[in-house]
């Protein structure tokens, strides 16, 4: 359900409760909110205004943010016009979008004053303005201006007089009874047959006040209730249409009842919420309250799932530079194939040189090839050379192949290493479950020498997030800093996985005992999954022999679980102590090298 009508109503009625409280904090998070800190009969609270064109808003909030150091222009003018002031009263015009919060307060010589803030709830043309005692534009939040402004297309500039929004759609509150409310959708309604289907629509695009989801989700109420008739007669069509009728106006003569409630449900495969009268007290600003922890879940999945996809989106670029060099790499190598017939052309040619005027210019001879059992082979000539010149551009060249295969090996194996751990790092990124976890993986990659010309530090999101964290150390650095593994555990034993590179280094090389069981699947991308095992039998010379085999499968079932391999059957898993996984110096964060391991089959 969209943030409509009826919720602002609803949700502001809650509000005027705290009409009298005094404003002592304003703080701008980011480009789309507002932050109100409220002073009323002892308490504080924080009146969140957002607008963000998918989750635009307006409630009390119980989550803290963070703010940015210096403080955006807009949010200066409000502290300068309403810090201080009283929160005098809040309403809204109708069932439009649009909330008004009326200040008042007195100036330097102890007059009254009063300055206004306009919260207008418009999806993308959402704003924040605010207005001097007479409707004068002081500032606002977005600032619009149109070549030609007309009542629909209104500017919203300083020093101007402000301008409600007009609507041609009809007022709900103004509709007297369900004749006239009937009377006005007959029209619209073209086939009683689909009603159900189309009356969504219809009364969102007629009347004020309601999204199509309220409306889908009011039927769906009277369907699972048993009243809604599926007969297609103009009878049954009115009774359905009265039904509809009477449950909004039942929700509207109890918004200021403290009796409205809302639920949530599943439409369009998303999670959304409903608002419903009740008919029981609820307790103070519950409404506010659902609504807050209702769009902080929601926001802080679409945050994580902005973040993952734009860092992957970097990396898989990273990845396709690094594929495209492998490619190049190995075109080189397809050209040293030559080398050796190289090599034989220069030898043969120098060894046949005496039946041969050196002077003549031949584009081909033949000779006895000794590699071959003594049969004949034509070698080609560059007849702008002598025959001697011949062979030593042909020893020229296979010893540049040669040189040439030296390098190109070795930097095929480099390449190879990277694509490896640029992989461990999309798998890591694909198995992500939370924000922190996506800026570990980050503060990993920042500083690699393989993402040096990617702008990651450029990129919105993290940066942002960037600014947003405080400082903080890398684990190898700092063993202070917060470690989060998975972790799965019962009396006997303890199963830690790490989240990412930098968890894996130090779960496996810091955190673990020498006599703690390492897994992990061969040859396979996944996390170092660590066996702390909590009863350590007597003898400690074959820890492996003492552990039970049902839960060396488990463990082993667990690394599968959290690694690429986890959709495969039969899968090999490595494990051995801890002391003997080692990580050589200069390999990537997540890369050890292990002896004296066995293996184990998860099927």
């Keep these: 359900m969209a943030f409509d009508g009826i919720v602002t109503k609803a949700i502001c009625s809650e509000l005027s409760f705290l009409e009298g409280a005094r404003i002592d904090k304003i703080f701008q998070p980011n480009k789309n909110n507002i932050i109100l800190g409220m002073y009323n009969k002892g308490k504080n609270f924080a ?74 709830i418009m999806g993308k043309h959402s704003n924040v303005i605010l207005l001097d005692e007479q409707n004068i534009i002081i500032d606002s939040l977005r600032h619009i201006k149109h070549d030609e402004p007309n009542e629909k297309n209104r500017d919203i500039i300083p020093h ?35 009603l159900k289907d189309e009356l969504p629509n219809i009364i969102f695009n007629t009347f004020n006040g309601f999204s199509k989801n309220f409306i889908y989700f009011l039927i769906k109420k009277l369907i699972e209730q048993k009243k809604w008739i599926f007969e297609s007669d103009i009878t049954s069509y009115k009774t359905n249409l009265h039904l509809i009728y009477d449950e909004i106006n039942n929700i509207i003569d109890n918004i200021d009842s403290n009796k409205l409630s809302f639920c949530t449900d599943l439409y369009f495969n998303k999670r959304d919420y409903f608002l419903y ?53 190995n075109e080189k190598l397809k050209d040293c194939d030559n080398m050796n017939t190289f090599r034989i052309y220069g030898e043969l040619i ?119 964290k405080l400082k903080k150390s890398k684990l190898t650095k700092n063993k202070n800093v917060s470690f989060n593994p998975i972790k799965y555990s019962n009396d006997d034993y303890i199963i830690l996985v ?39 039998p007597s003898d400690t010379s074959n820890i492996l022999d003492s552990i039970p085999y049902e839960l060396l ?32 110096n200069g390999s990537k964060p997540g890369m050890v090298i292990y002896t004296n391991y066995r293996t184990i089959y998860v099927k």
């Design 47 to 120: 009146l969140n205004i957002c607008t963000e064109s998918s989750n635009c808003r307006i409630h009390l909030t119980t989550h803290s943010v963070s703010n940015p150091q210096v403080a955006p222009n807009f949010c200066m003018i409000l502290r300068k016009n309403i810090l201080g002031l009283h929160f005098k009263k809040i309403y809204t015009l109708d069932l439009e979008r649009l909330v008004i919060i009326d200040f008042e307060g007195l100036d330097d010589v102890d007059d009254v004053f009063s300055r206004k803030l306009i919260i207008e």
């Design 160 to 194: 101007i007089r402000y301008k409600f929004p007009i609507s041609d759609k009809y007022n709900f509150l103004e509709i007297s009874n369900f004749n006239n409310f009937c009377e006005i959708l007959s029209p619209k309604i073209l086939n009683v047959k689909i």
């Design 277 to 329: 009268f009740s008919n029981t007290e609820n307790s103070p600003f519950s409404l506010n309250f659902f609504i807050d922890d209702f769009y902080f879940s929601k926001e802080t999945l679409e945050n994580f799932t902005n973040y993952r996809n734009s860092l992957l989106k970097l990396i898989l670029n990273v990845l396709g530079k690094y594929n495209k060099r492998l490619i190049h790499i």
């Design 350 to 468: 120098t060894a046949n040189l005496y039946k041969f005027d050196n002077n003549s210019k031949l584009d081909l001879i033949s000779v006895e090839n000794y590699y071959d059992n003594q049969n004949i082979i034509d070698i080609p000539l560059d007849k702008r050379f002598s025959i001697s010149q011949n062979a030593k551009r042909y020893f020229k060249k296979y010893n540049k192949l040669k040189n040439a295969l030296e390098v190109v090996s070795i930097q095929k194996s480099e390449t190879e290493k990277e694509l490896d751990y640029i992989q461990s790092i999309i798998f890591e990124l694909e198995n992500s479950s939370d924000i922190e976890n996506l800026v570990d993986i980050y503060d990993e990659i920042s500083d690699n020498i393989v993402f040096k010309d990617t702008p990651i530090a450029n990129n919105k999101y993290f940066s942002d997030k960037k600014n947003a």
């Design 498 to 536: 790490g989240r990412n590179n930098i968890e894996n280094d130090y779960l496996t090389l810091k955190y673990a005992n020498k006599s703690d069981i390492w897994f992990h699947v061969k040859d396979f991308h996944g996390s170092h999954t660590i066996l702390k095992i909590l009863k350590l």
């Design 553 to 584: 499968c488990r463990a082993a079932k667990i690394a599968v679980e959290h690694s690429k391999a986890k959709n495969s059957s039969n899968v090999p898993v490595d494990f051995c102590e801890v002391k003997f996984v080692k990580k050589p």
